[in-house]
């Protein structure tokens, strides 16, 4: 009978440890499966959503600019809620192999396995889901320039300009990588606007002679003179982008601006506006701002050549334009600026 009872308790001792072991096999897989279908639903939900957003710029209903701000957006979200689902998961996790380290779980094979298999996953996941638009093949960006002006006449700078005469130019830009698998050439597109200004040197403003612009002496001290022209122009430029990509695992990626870079190309556009500006002081000793909006032959097409070379997001620029200034002028004066450029992601 003490045999028999021996064998019994044994057994049922045995298959307690069984038991226990399953359950445990059973709640760690139910914990990897439940992180498995939290990146799973994240991923299908941001699908979804990036197509709502297609169909919007197909109808017009937001530009394209707005439509990868807005991808970017629910990419961050998604990748928000992985870590943040995926946290609680893992931390029951945590919990379960600690129950079994404390010994509150009787030993298992493969428990240990579980965390950094199922983690890992879904944080590969959440970060392709960011890199998928970090890195998409078409980019915007805000492009900036500053810089300096001078008026070249047959291939010699002007001497009755002043060196500060200056430009500053703001618009938007597109940059595609051409070659779907290599990273250097890129084509960069857009639309901006130049604003141009040309300083008189001495006491000269800017004056109409019948169809011509020319410099006359002021009569006077003048403490200002300027005359601003606006052009709108579309800029395209061929970039070398020499940014190395990025292997992670058996993705590829291919960031932009993280090394050096050039561009060459040129811009096309039209004369939008034109004004002389000119500050000075009375004979009363006030201070005078005399405003002139109108035609000064400012020539309504504008085309040239651009290029730039730099760092990063920084780099100087240099732009020529091979139309003159003016449109009827004897003389042919073409501007040449140059200056540094800001293309921010």
């Known amino acids: 009978m003490k045999t028999i009872t021996f064998y019994v308790v044994a057994l049922l001792c045995l298959c307690a440890t069984k038991l226990c072991a399953q359950t445990f096999s059973e709640r760690a897989n139910a914990i990897g499966d439940k992180i498995e279908l939290i990146t799973k639903q994240q991923k299908d939900s941001l699908k979804m959503e990036v197509e709502v957003v297609n169909v919007q710029v197909e109808k017009n209903e937001i530009t394209t600019a707005q439509a990868d701000a807005k991808k970017q957006e629910l990419a961050q979200k998604r990748a928000n809620n992985i870590e943040t689902l995926v946290a609680a998961e893992q931390q029951k996790l945590d919990d379960l192999v600690k129950d079994k380290v404390d010994g509150k779980i009787e030993e298992y094979k493969d428990g240990r396995r579980f965390s950094i298999r199922y983690d890992s996953k879904a944080r590969s996941v959440r970060d392709s889901i960011r890199r998928q638009y970090e890195y998409k093949r078409t980019q915007s960006q805000f492009v900036f320039a500053l810089g300096v002006n001078r008026l070249i006449n047959d291939g010699i700078a002007d001497k009755n300009f002043r060196w500060r005469s200056d430009f500053y130019e703001w618009g938007v830009s597109w940059n595609t990588r051409i070659l779907k698998e290599n990273n250097l050439l890129h084509a960069k597109y857009g639309l901006s606007l130049q604003y141009n200004n040309l300083r008189p040197d001495g006491d000269k403003v800017f004056s109409k002679d019948g169809a011509q612009t020319i410099l006359v002496e002021a009569g006077r001290n003048i403490d200002v003179a300027r005359l601003r022209y606006v052009n709108l122009v579309i800029p395209a430029h061929l970039e070398f982008d020499f940014t190395k990509k990025k292997v992670n695992g058996d993705k590829t990626y291919y960031p932009i601006h993280n090394s050096f870079r050039v561009g060459l190309g040129g811009y ?73 450029r800001f293309d921010f992601n």
């Not at 780099?315 to 004897?330: I, M, R």
């Open 268 to 340: 096309v556009g039209l004369n939008v506006k034109e004004k002389q500006v000119i500050k000075f002081e009375d004979d009363n000793g006030n201070d005078v701002k005399d405003r002139t909006k109108g035609n000064f032959n400012v020539n309504d097409f504008v085309y040239g050549v651009s290029a730039y070379v730099g760092y990063g997001d920084i780099s100087l620029y240099a732009k020529y334009d091979l139309q003159p200034v003016f449109s009827n002028n004897e003389i042919d004066q073409n501007n040449l600026s140059l200056g540094i």
